[in-house]
């Protein structure tokens, strides 16, 4: 199955987008890329209500920010404006993978966008994070690309490995030694951990892609806004960590299973993990555009005594989370 979609992926990148260069069809049709003459947007993105409220928030509270068109495409809203004279274009994406993906696509497509700022709110993988802390991670990982496998009724506790699985396994310590941030693979009972395959232009094959990156300058610039932004308390009752690097995970699940959660931290060395970055960061990545991903911490992804208290946190450090945002704004508007 692997290989034939590998195989579908191939034929429609060849034969639809003809290396992402726009082509001409007998009747004269341009396909291909838009062209954008104005100046391009700095995308301020969440995922959904409560943190577009705090976005929405600290637009109205500031007199030289404003929104003047709102526009609605394939039932996505679209706010355009600009915050202390940089144009902007302020979004949801939609909760999960294939909506953030979609969506942010969509953004790329129908708008010149030349940075993504993506905040949002997390459950905290390492214990040390609590709720209110912000992280800002340098590298997204999907913790669910995986591979689901019978156990061996020959070996007890052993797992039956695909042969293409157990190919890659083997090659991941030589992996390792060129590049200390793969992740060290080992399965959760059945769950066997893979990588996303991704195409782009100057690929001439799709690859395994362990993480994506976010782009350096901007994580400088949080790093700097951190340094100077006030205290931030929460709810009155401690005041937040702020923190840039390391490393986020995303996944088509909301975790809320200590071992689970346990598992990730060992495998992936996360920080934090929620649903939508490593895709928002899969397809800047693809498309060439800088990116950076704000995450306040809601929850302790399972890590808590009885019921999960997201529900409690999530408008109060989306509060948290958007001024960090607007600091990193400020902050690269100085430098520019």
């Not at 495409?73 to 679209?78: Q, S």
């Not at 306040?296 to 001024?323: F, H, M, T």
Request: glycine fraction near 6%.
């Amino acid at each position: 199955m692997k290989q034939f979609t590998l195989m579908i992926i191939v034929l429609l990148s060849t034969s639809w987008m003809g290396g992402c260069t726009s082509t001409k069809t007998s009747d004269g049709a341009s396909y291909g890329p838009a062209a954008f003459s104005q100046p391009a947007f700095t995308a301020v993105t969440v995922a959904y209500a409560p943190e577009m409220q705090g976005i929405l928030n600290r637009i109205e509270q500031d007199p030289n920010a404003s929104i003047h068109t709102t526009t609605t495409i394939k039932g996505v809203t679209y706010r355009i404006g600009t915050y202390h004279d940089e144009p902007i274009l302020i979004f949801a994406t939609g909760m999960s993978i294939a909506n953030a993906a979609m969506t942010m696509q969509m953004a790329l497509d129908y708008f010149p966008v030349k940075q993504v700022v993506y905040m949002g709110i997390a459950g905290a993988v390492n214990p040390k994070w609590q709720p209110g802390d912000v992280i800002v991670p340098a590298r997204w990982y999907y913790h669910d690309e995986s591979v689901y496998t019978n156990e061996d009724p020959n070996a007890p506790g052993e797992y039956i490995l695909p042969e293409y699985y157990a190919k890659f396994i083997e090659e991941q310590d030589e992996r390792r030694a060129k590049d200390p941030h793969t992740p060290k693979y080992k399965p959760f009972h059945f769950i066997h951990p893979d990588e996303v395959l991704i195409v782009k232009e100057g690929m001439d094959k799709p690859q395994d892609t362990a993480y994506f990156s976010a782009t350096p300058r901007l994580l400088t610039a949080a790093k700097q806004a951190m340094s100077t932004m006030p205290t931030q308390r929460v709810l009155g009752e401690r005041d937040a960590e702020l923190f840039v690097g390391g490393n986020g995970i995303t996944g088509s699940v909301f975790m809320d299973n200590r071992e689970y959660r346990k598992w990730t931290r060992d495998v992936f060395n996360a920080e934090v993990t929620e649903m939508e970055s490593a895709a928002i960061g899969q397809v800047c990545t693809v498309n060439d555009v800088d990116w950076i991903i704000v995450r306040a911490i809601s929850d302790l992804a399972g890590g808590q005594e009885g019921v999960n208290v997201e529900n409690k946190y999530d408008q109060e450090v989306s509060r948290i989370g958007a001024n960090v945002l607007f600091s990193v704004l400020d902050t690269l508007a100085e430098d520019e």
